[in-house]
């Protein structure tokens, strides 16, 4: 059994192996692709557009796979740039978009600059929306600070200078300008000194510095014709044929407006020609368009399917969680109820053999009460006065000196009589022995009387009634103690006994007009004696009720199941 458990688990781990080789043979590594790019990047460059934007496919997919946004950004601006060489401006723009979308989830500011600014190049030149343009321009501008990128520097404040010139706001475009100018020298490129030339015969021509505007406008012809930059050679010859016009030298400018037609029909024409050359392409631009949206679209429907399962694994995990949580809440609570169930327990037999100590007590003084009342009853008090009487005939028979010695003997014999008897009767009262509790009751409450505090009695039963010899001897206590604590503590004027009965319960109810006392402040009552009070009644099954409020007096009610002899 064991044997095949492991073979079940190294089973699983080479499954598991084996699809994590296979999927690492399926996806190109992060350096694989970069060097992909720099190729594809090359041959941009180098004009072969159709093999670049295919490398490029290729790299989008893997680039994706892999989850880099980097690459994914820089593949979508050389898609772009493809394009925008290529003279397709509407297409380029739309896959620079892309590539900002995910430049904007990196932290490759190089890359959010050069995006931005071609962006800016789209849409100044092409799509003539110039405060877009200038937007996205100043955009780079802030990227190449952060990156401290000088040459960016000066393209960007050129190219930006440049769209302000376009619209005629030269105020703002002129501090562009100068800055251009200023670290150009340095920082500057061949390839835009005709355009920072041609620009800066436009800023002295506004000012009406018509010398230096013609030279400006000269210089920057004379290298335009030296160098490769035909577009901004035409561009100068447009603008300075403007300027002359404005200054009223109206055949020099029409020299130079034929030479900015020439010059850019010879570019339409080398245009036509790359257009023409790449025709294959031109045919294919749309199928490479839906091809690339549909790796995206591929690989946003794994995404969602893979967001999907995360998301049902995480809900599955937080539901193990919360089970799990829930499990401990309970097994807690569980717990706690037991130790407290225990612990009620542990209260409850505690209680019940304080209970049973103090009934044993009571049961044991009221065995003994009766023991000793007996004793002293039946034999110290009849041997007292079998003394007394033997004295007594002593002194009729013998009329000698003794006589004052036996009379006086005889006196001392009676008292200790009289004295046991009392003792007696406190310890089982001779009313209660002989005719009953409604009896004694009533001669506790007349004994108890006085001129500061009066009990009356109430009963609606016979006197006659007899009950079990220890119901009525415990009865007689409680209702003795009661008494005792009207007398001792409540500073009452009067106090009432009521005794009723039904067939099911004997009922008593003790009334005082006293001081009265909190009865949330129990350990003040216990002081009372309630404690053996309490304890009597519940060895006697019955129910205790006490309504005590301040300077109000007191009422306590007792049922007690009957016990009838």
């Not at 989850?67 to 290529?86: E, P």
């Not at 160098?227 to 055949?251: C, I, M, P, R, W």
């Not at 799990?324 to 037991?338: D, E």
């Amino acid at each position: 059994m064991a044997f095949n458990r492991i073979s079940y688990l190294f089973i699983l781990v080479l499954l598991l192996w084996n699809c994590s080789v296979i999927s690492q043979n399926k996806i190109v590594s992060k350096k694989e692709t970069e060097k992909e790019l720099k190729e594809a990047i090359r041959l941009m460059r180098k004009g072969s557009y159709d093999k670049s934007l295919v490398k490029c496919r290729t790299i989008l997919r893997n680039a994706i796979t892999l989850k880099d946004n980097d690459i994914i950004a820089s593949t979508y601006n050389t898609i772009g740039g493809n394009f925008d060489l290529f003279s397709n401006p509407e297409k380029a723009f739309f896959y620079y978009k892309k590539g900002l979308i995910y430049a904007d989830r990196t932290n490759n500011l190089k890359l959010k600059n050069l995006l931005h600014n071609n962006l800016g190049n789209i849409y100044c030149f092409d799509k003539k929306e110039y405060q877009k343009g200038i937007e996205h321009y100043k955009q780079s501008l802030e990227y190449s600070e952060q990156i401290k990128d000088s040459a960016r520097l000066v393209l960007t404040n050129l190219n930006v200078a440049w769209a302000y010139f376009d619209i005629n706001e030269f105020d703002k475009g002129i501090p562009h300008l100068q800055f251009t100018k200023l670290h150009h020298e340095k920082h500057g490129s061949d390839l835009t000194i005709v355009a920072l030339k041609m620009l800066n015969g436009i800023y002295y021509g506004v000012k009406k510095e018509h010398s230096k505007a013609e030279s400006n406008f000269n210089e920057a012809i004379q290298l335009g014709n030296a160098g490769d930059e035909k577009f901004d050679l035409a561009l100068t010859h447009q603008e300075y044929a403007k300027y002359l016009n404005s200054v009223q030298k109206h055949k020099e400018a029409f020299d130079h407006l034929a030479t900015y037609n020439t010059i850019t029909d010879e570019l339409n024409a080398e245009d036509k020609l790359n257009k023409a050359k790449n025709e294959g392409l031109n045919l294919e631009i749309e199928e490479y368009k839906r091809e690339v949206e549909k790796i995206e679209s591929e690989f946003k429907t794994q995404q969602d399917v893979l967001n999907q399962e995360k998301l049902m694994t995480r809900r599955k995990l937080i539901a193990i969680i919360t089970l799990f949580l829930i499990s401990i809440v309970l097994f807690y609570f569980y717990l706690q109820n037991s130790r407290l169930i225990q612990k009620n327990r542990l209260s409850g037999l505690r209680n019940k053999i304080q209970q049973n100590i103090i009934n044993a007590t009571i049961s044991g003084q009221e065995t003994e009460r009766k023991k000793i009342a007996s004793f002293l009853h039946d034999n110290i008090s009849a041997l007292l006065s079998s003394a007394g009487l033997h004295l007594s005939v002593i002194k009729k028979n013998n009329s000698n000196s003794n006589e004052d010695e036996i009379t006086k003997t005889i006196h001392l014999l009676e008292e200790a009589h009289n004295k046991v008897r009392d003792l007696s009767h406190e310890l089982i009262p001779a009313l209660l022995v002989r005719f009953g509790l409604l009896f004694a009751l009533e001669d506790l409450c007349e004994k108890n009387s006085n001129s500061t505090l009066q009990f009356q009695f109430e009963c609606n039963i016979n006197n006659s009634q007899r009950y079990t010899e220890d119901f009525e001897i415990k009865v007689y206590f409680i209702i003795s103690e009661l008494i005792n604590n009207i007398v001792k503590h409540s500073k009452a004027t009067t106090a009432k006994i009521i005794i009723k009965e039904n067939a099911n319960y004997f009922k008593i109810q003790v009334i005082d007009n006293g001081i009265g006392f909190d009865t949330n402040q129990f350990q003040i009552i216990e002081g009372f004696g309630l404690n053996q009070i309490r304890a009597r009644i519940n060895v006697m099954r019955g129910n205790l009720n006490i309504d005590s409020k301040i300077e109000k007096g007191t009422t306590i009610k007792i049922d007690i199941p009957n016990s009838k002899a």
